[in-house]
């Protein structure tokens, strides 16, 4: 079988080098992996071609790149699965800077899982033996220990593509894990730092990192527990807490979501700092009063008593049941 | 066919023009549409931030009612679609926490089985109508337009709960349409991101620069119009688009199109019938082209 790597290649260290595209077609084997593609590349074609790999067995993490646009590791990726029309497109992470080819420079994501401050604090005098934890209370934190570092969900990270201080996807599911650990002491400092700008409320909620992660870490996910865990610990003081418990609110009044009175409730009706997203947005509100597309100023309602009613019982029943 | 239509709340509240779209294409291409009033909000996965067995109990209780008229589910809107697979799945892969949601939907005398379909519009004109049947209805032939598609992220991720593996064709299905109402399609790597409007009321700044990066991008590529199957992305797409546009100091004039709208506008209704002066970015290139279309013969039994 025959495949052409379309790469992306470039070299930092050269300053007048500009990224340029490179194929490479080949003679592979069907059970080839993308890695096993990359490296006949490399050691038989053209010995320049830089790539970062160790395992190739999907447990180092050191080979996630972008493969068709996607994020992936190379050597869980096999040809057959992503070849279109004999071809496919190699490119570095994003998100990172390139340092050469396929290989980026991974300090600043390191930075920011060191900026979550990823060690255990345990609160009180140290045991005398080991800490002793319920199996079920370390249940939920497997999922993250299993993250190997790649990088595959930062690359694809639709937020940090338009903010570079966002933490990002590995850096808060690793926050998670010391979050959700039950030996750790220092639970409502770390929610509240990670409940500050560039923290777990700018998420978009995308779901491309649980998409790119090849461990099944599902950092969004994480992301959406750290959300909830802020909001039970307290920290209602921020547009994205109030955000989600206006909706909450508001569907459980109506059945259906009032988009009209989510603005000002997200906003915090009383909320002098907010007073200027206030009334930065009465443009955008002018404009859809104009063009007819103002949501009703009379909620919509859920049609039929019965059906509201049946929405408060399910708030009911689960709510009530929360701890 | 028929089945049982979840609209969704802004398809009712912000964008009445995607509703009013929908029906008059969904009458032309054979689709009855049954719908389920008495549903509430999937929670758009923002409900699921606080709780989302609290969203799975909504969900179930929606499918439990299109299960009981025996009928698929459609959306129109990638959100819904996405927000309600996803609850699916989790109910379809446990059967004890299936029982446990029924013990909830029990009171009301509902019990959901786990067989209920969801499928978008977008899906079921692809899938179930199949395209060379819904072609013949396209008798104005929108060859002026160059469409850039943009699919709302819930249509497309986590492909394991949107049934790719089993139904492939729904990966490029947007693309597929743009070619049936005879326009070129603009290919860009951001179709598949982020519109931003998660985001809109808590970090205005990132959401408004990811509206003007995909505007602006098609824009340089020569679209003159985006076309969407999710009603959120168009709130932000659409209605911020000035604001991001001044924000990034480019100037941005793409008009967004919903889905059925440009379906509609090839099955030969007027862009008021498709209420698209309700659009805050005027439209009137598309409008231009499209009459233009209508001068031009259709060449009959071209498909």
Known sequence: MQVTLDVKRFNSEDPSSKPYDQAYTLDVEEYFTV?????????????????????????????????????????????????????V???????????????????????????????????????????????????????VMGCIMCGACVSDCTVMEVDKNFLGPAA???????????????????????????????????????????????????????????????????????????????????????????????????????????FAAIPVGWRALTHGKLPPIMPHKLHGKENQDAVQHIYDKVEGHKP | MKVAFYPGCVARGGCPELYTATLQVCRKLGIELDELVGAACTGAGVLQEKDRKLGDALNARTFAMAEKKGLPIMTICSTCQGVMSQANKRLKDSPEYLAEINAILKEEGLEYKGTAEIKHLLWVMVEDIGVAKVKPLLTRKLQDLRVAPFYGCY??????????????????????????????????????????????LINEKNSLEMVAKHTSTVQDLGANAMVTPCPLCHLNLDGYQPKASKQAGIRIHMPILHLPQLIGLAMGFSPKEMGMERHIVSTKEVEAAIEHAGRAPVAAGHH
């Open chain 2, 155 to 200: 249509i497309v991720r986590p492909s394991w709960a949107l049934g790719f593996e089993q139904h492939p064709d729904r990966k490029g299905a947007l693309e597929e349409m743009i070619e049936a109402v005879g326009a070129t399609v603009v290919d860009y790597e951001g179709k598949t991101k982020c519109c931003g409007l998660p985001i809109l």
């Open chain 1, 89 to 143: 497109r190699v490119e570095p992470a994003g998100n990172l800077p390139v340092v050469k080819d396929l290989i980026v420079d991974l300090k600043p994501f390191v930075d920011k899982i060191r900026a979550v401050e990823p060690w255990l604090k345990p609160a009180g005098p140290d045991p005398k033996r080991e800490y002793i934890v319920p199996n079920e209370t370390m249940q939920h934190l497997v999922g």
């Open chain 1, 172 to 278: 808060l599911a690793k926050a998670y894990r010391f979050v959700g650990d039950p030996r750790d002491g220092a639970v409502k400092d770390r929610l509240k730092a990670l409940n500050e700008y560039t923290g777990i409320w700018d998420c978009t909620r995308c779901m491309e990192c649980i998409q790119a992660c090849p461990k099944g870490v599902a950092p969004m996910d994480r992301i959406m527990a750290l959300r909830d865990k802020a909001i039970v610990s307290g920290l209602h003081n921020t547009n994205g807490a109030r955000h989600a418990e206006a909706f909450a609110d508001l569907v459980k009044k109506n059945g259906v979501l009032d988009e009209l009175r989510l603005v000002p409730r997200t906003y915090g009706m009383f909320n002098l700092m907010n007073m200027n997203a206030m």
């Open chain 1, 35 to 87: 890695l096993d593609a990359l490296i006949r590349v490399r050691e038989y074609k053209d010995p320049s071609l830089a790539l970062r790999c160790s395992c190739r067995s999907a447990i180092c993490g050191s080979c996630a790149m972008r493969i068709n646009g996607h994020a992936g590791l190379a050597c869980k990726t096999k040809l057959v699965d992503v070849m279109v029309g004999g071809k």
